[in-house]
Structures are given as C-alpha cells and as structure tokens.
T-cell receptor, first 112, second 115 residues
Framework: QKEVEQNSGPLSVPEGAIASLNCTYS??????FFWYRQYSGKSPELIMF????GDKEDGRFTAQLNKASQYVSLLIRDSQPSDSATYLC????????????FGKGTLLTVNP | ETGVTQTPRHLVMGMTNKKSLKCEQH?????MYWYKQSAKKPLELMFV???????ENNSVPSRFSPECPNSSHLFLHLHTLQPEDSALYLC??????????????FGNGTRLTVT
C-alpha cells in the first residue's frame, strides 16, 4: 500500500523563524509532489508542487525533493502567525489516472 | 461566481435519511473528485470523474452514490449512512485526470454528521 508519512506535530516556531516540514513516501515510482495548506475549518489550498530533484522556491516557500531518499520537504522562511495551519503533503503515484495520496498533515503554529 | 462551490456547508442526517451533496465548479475543468476527510486521518479519495465518466471508485460502500451529469456538476447521494460516515466531504476539480501537473482545487466542503 502506497503511503505518505508526515509528523503530525504540532510544530511550533517563533515569528520570523524558518519552519521546516517533512514528508516521506513509500513508492519510488512517485512522479509529482504537492504541498497544500489547510486552515482550520477550511478546504486545502495548493502552496507548491515539485517534480524534479532539488529545490523550488516561490516567495517565502521552498520545496525540496530527494527522490533517492524518498522525501520531500517544505521550508517557510520568515514565518508569520498567518502561516499557522495544517500542511498536507500529497504524492501522485502516476499511472493513467490522476490520484493523489495525502499524508495526515503537520500542524504548524507560529507564535508572535 | 468562481472556484468550486459545495452545498450545503453543514448537514445533519439520521441513519435512515436520504440526502445529496452538491458540487459545482466554475473553472472549466474536466475532472471532478469526491474526498472524505475524517479527524486524525489522511484525505481519502472516494470517486473520480473525467469528462463525466467515472474513472475511479475507491472501494466506497454503496450507501454513497455519485452522479456527474456534466463536467461542471457533481453530486454525492447518501442513504442509510452510519455514524462513522460523519466527516468533512470535499469536492475537488482539476483540468483533466492523467495530467500530473494539474493541481486540485477544493471546495469548502460539507460537514456531515450522521446521528
């Protein structure tokens, strides 16, 4: 069974610090990787996606992918209280149908 | 109106009731999905429709019955549910199934409570 593992947290960081969120996945055939943010009581919204090994930066967010080690991470620089949310890692295992397998999510709290 | 809209936002139903959840997307997408989100569990894919055709039924009990009359509308018909079916039901859409780069856009969900 394909799995996506995340530390459930809560991960607590002070305002202005770097928050590091990690995710591991079980299937080496995984093709694309997504990070979603979900505020309490709201629906998930896409933060970033990454396909190739290495880093991908978008503003304060950096996604890092290491396919050999089967992990993907999300770094949030200059963390703000508004970043407090649950972050969901999702992995597309490919095939003819587009299916995402989600992790349980990591709760991030940024303290002012 | 833009995005993915779900109604109702909240639903309380008894185990013998029949109800339906509705989802509408205004993004011009061709694929629509139903997900279930329970506390302490990952999002679970239930059904996938691509160009109105069902392409995935993820071993969902028959008390959940999806309907996709066109690429913009998706329904989830509910009957004789169990208390363990209480959860947040999320609808999502994407450009097309099979495009790994096409992200999902989620609706705000229906919070379902089965009594």
């Amino acid at each position: 069974q394909k799995e996506v593992e995340q530390n459930s947290g809560p991960l607590s960081v002070p305002e202005g610090a770097i928050a590091s969120l990690n995710c591991t996945y079980s299937d080496r055939g995984s093709q694309s990787f997504f990070w979603y943010r979900q505020y309490s009581g709201k629906s998930p919204e896409l933060i970033m996606f990454i396909y190739s090994n290495g880093d991908k930066e978008d503003g304060r967010f950096t996604a890092q992918l290491n396919k050999a080690s089967q992990y993907v991470s999300l770094l949030i620089r200059d963390s703000q209280p508004s970043d407090s949310a649950t972050y969901l890692c999702a992995v597309n295992y490919g095939g003819s149908n587009y299916k995402l397998t989600f992790g349980k999510g990591t709760l991030l709290t940024v303290n002012p | 109106e833009t995005g993915v809209t779900q109604t109702p936002r909240h639903l309380v139903m008894g185990m013998t009731n029949k109800k339906s959840l509705k989802c509408e997307q205004h993004l011009g997408h061709n694929a629509m999905y139903w997900y279930k989100q329970s506390a302490k569990k990952p999002l679970e894919l239930m059904f996938v429709y691509n160009f109105k055709e069902q392409t995935e039924n993820n071993s969902v009990p028959s008390r959940f019955s999806p309907e996709c009359p066109n690429s913009s509308h998706l329904f989830l018909h509910l009957h004789t549910l169990q208390p363990e079916d209480s959860a947040l039901y999320l609808c999502a859409s994407s450009q097309e199934v099979g495009q790994g780069s096409s992200p999902l856009h989620f609706g705000n969900g229906t919070r379902l409570t089965v009594t």
